[in-house]
Structures are given as structure tokens and as C-alpha cells.
């Protein structure tokens, strides 16, 4: 679904978390400025920054709402979002550090609602021209140049992947969004694996727009995988009836080191030593963070990514259940 396509103007969002985002605005906002389509409304959530961020994003119209740093949260802003807009068509959720490819980005990833039965979709990210290869490696792996829809009948091929999607650069259907209960309110990471879980149990289904692109890597330090991987852990022990419904994460994890050493061998073999470490590390982490709730509150905050997450979050583990499928809406 594009402008041009639907009988009315279709109402676009744009949703973008900040946090000292000055850095990154010069080549965000310009490269959003040469879109061939505009959001009706563009919205920032900013975390209490210290620099001109506020500033330079009102500059360039967008209203935008600050938060205390100590509230932010990946699933719970993004939610509070959702509430703040007006009712919309569509809401597209990026972060500060993409940057458009090109200036059909945002219409393509749009498109891929021309299917009314789709209820989210995302785009393709490519690694910055100054990645590693170890990240240009990941950003291949999991976002191939050829897209796909994924629907509750497709579980058997894509197993746990089915739930993947990632909010650097996606889009929803409000109405699909708000029928499976919108955002978690409180998640530690992958608020889109949760709602794309809940959207495909539901009926709705996912689109994967591999011609609308962004730029979009991060260049991690061994200390700082580990850190994700077991704020990925924590998530999977929280949230249950994820693996319960699509399977495990192991296999996928061996088809990822099984090509990044393939990839590695080919453009880059001094870094195999380094990817070997990152991977011992980011299983144990991920291993830690699935048995978290033996550990104390103030070892979590420390192997954390999220740290903040700790200062209110209930020491033992609550498992949301399996939710019950929704009644499909278009």
C-alpha cells in the first residue's frame, strides 16, 4: 500500500526512541528528507538527552516527548508510542542510527501492505561501509536479498525464525498490533519477536520487504555480546511459550556459525579466532541469562546490557502464558 495505490491518503507514523542522538541526526534526518513518501506525524521518545537533540529534531517538525532515562524500556516506550499517536493507518518504528539507503525506503517497506492479511513488516539492513566482517557477515545472514511473507502455516519451515523482525526498521498495522495487546510493557529485548510471535499465532501474517533498505550495524565488543546475548537469554526464560510454540533457537544459532566461518574463510580468515571467541561467549551468556532466576539481582545488573531493566524488575522470572489465538482482523 503506497500513496499513490490507495483511494485516500494512507496515514503514516513514525515512532524513533532517542538518546543523545545528535551524532546520528545529520545523516537520519537527511536521508528521511528525500523520501518519496513522508509520515503524516513523526514522533520521538526521547530519554532525558543531554545534548541538542530535543532541539534539532523539533526544528525539523517533530513533536517530540521526553521521558526520565530511568523509564525507558524497549517494549514499554514503544508501547506508550502507540498511544500517543493518532489513530493511523500505518506506524513505522525505527532507531537514531539507520540511515535510508535510498529514497523509496519507506515506500517499499510500506508496500508489503498491500496484502490485508499482513500485520507487520520489516526492511533489509546492510552493514555501514566501515563494518567488520563479522557484522557484514550477520546483517547477509539475516536479511537475504530476496523477501518472503511468513504465516502461522509456514512454522514448520522457519521453525523459531518465524518470529524474527527487527525494530531498527519495521512497520505494523495498528489495528493487528492493538488485537494481540500491542508491546510488552516491560521487556528486557525483543518486543518484536514477542508481538510478531503473538501476530503469526493470531493469523496475521509477516512480510520481509528486501527492496526497502537502510543502513544499519553495530560493531560490538566481545564484552558487549555477551551482554546482549544474555538480555536475549532473560527474554526467552520470561517469555516461555515463545520457544514452546516455535521451537528452540539451537539450530539456528549453528546455521549462523556454520556460515559466518564460511563467510570468514573467504573474505576475512584473521577474524575466525575472534568470531570463535564471540561465539563461546555469546552461548554462555545466552546459557546465564536462561537460568537468571538463580541469580541475584545485583550479578544480572552486571552481565546486563540493560541495566536499568533491574532497578524495578521482580526478581524471579514472570513467563507471560501462550496467548490465545486472536480473531484474524483486517
Not at 495505490?5 to 515512532?15: A, F, M, P
Not at 532507531?95 to 517497506?109: G, M, N, P, S, Y
Not at 560493531?219 to 537469554?233: P, V
Not at 533457537?249 to 584473521?270: C, D, I, K, Q, Y
Amino acid at each position: 500500500m503506497t500513496n499513490r495505490e490507495s483511494s485516500r491518503e494512507t496515514s503514516i507514523g513514525l515512532v524513533v526512541p532517542v538518546l543523545n542522538a545528535a551524532r546520528y541526526l545529520d545523516a537520519f534526518l537527511g536521508s528521511l528528507e528525500r523520501q518519496t513518501i513522508r509520515p503524516t506525524t513523526f514522533l520521538a521518545i526521547d530519554s532525558s538527552s543531554t545534548d541538542d537533540t530535543v532541539e534539532r529534531l523539533r526544528a525539523f517538525g517533530a513533536e517530540v516527548v521526553v521521558i526520565p532515562r530511568a523509564e525507558f524500556d524497549h517494549g514499554g516506550t514503544r508501547q506508550r508510542a502507540l498511544m500517543h499517536l493518532p489513530e493511523l493507518d500505518l506506524v513505522v518504528f525505527a532507531t537514531q542510527d539507520v540511515i535510508f539507503a535510498d529514497e523509496f525506503a519507506l515506500e517499499r517497506l510500506v508496500a508489503g501492505f498491500s496484502d490485508p492479511l499482513v500485520g507487520a513488516v520489516y526492511g533489509r539492513q546492510i552493514a555501514h561501509k566501515n563494518a567488520r566482517a563479522i557484522e557484514m557477515h550477520s546483517r547477509e545472514f539475516n536479511y537475504p536479498a530476496e523477501g518472503h511473507v511468513r504465516s502461522q502455516a509456514d512454522i514448520a519451515v522457519y521453525g523459531f525464525r518465524s518470529t524474527f523482525l527487527s525494530n531498527a526498521f519495521s512497520a505494523y498495522r495498528p489495528s493487528a498490533l492493538m488485537a494481540v495487546g500491542g508491546f510488552p510493557r516491560r521487556s528486557i529485548f525483543g518486543e518484536d519477536s514477542y508481538v510478531t510471535a503473538k501476530l503469526i499465532l493470531a493469523g496475521w501474517r509477516i512480510a520481509y520487504q528486501a527492496d526497502a533498505r537502510v543502513h544499519h550495524s553495530h560493531d560490538y565488543t566481545i564484552a558487549e555480546e555477551f551482554r546482549r546475548y544474555f538480555d536475549i537469554g532473560v527474554f526467552h526464560s520470561r517469555e516461555p511459550w515463545i520457544r514452546e510454540s516455535f521451537g528452540g533457537a539451537s539450530g539456528e544459532g549453528m546455521h549462523f556459525v556454520r556460515s559466518e566461518l564460511s563467510f570468514l574463510s573467504r573474505t576475512a580468515p584473521g577474524l575466525i579466532p575472534s568470531a570463535l571467541a564471540r561465539t563461546c561467549a555469546k552461548y554462555a551468556a545466552y546459557r546465564m541469562g536462561r537460568m537468571e532466576a538463580r541469580l541475584p539481582t545485583s550479578l544480572k545488573r552486571r552481565l546486563s546490557m540493560s541495566r536499568g531493566f533491574w532497578n524495578s524488575s521482580p526478581s524471579v522470572p514472570v513467563g507471560s502464558s501462550a496467548p490465545a489465538e486472536a480473531t484474524l482482523r483486517s
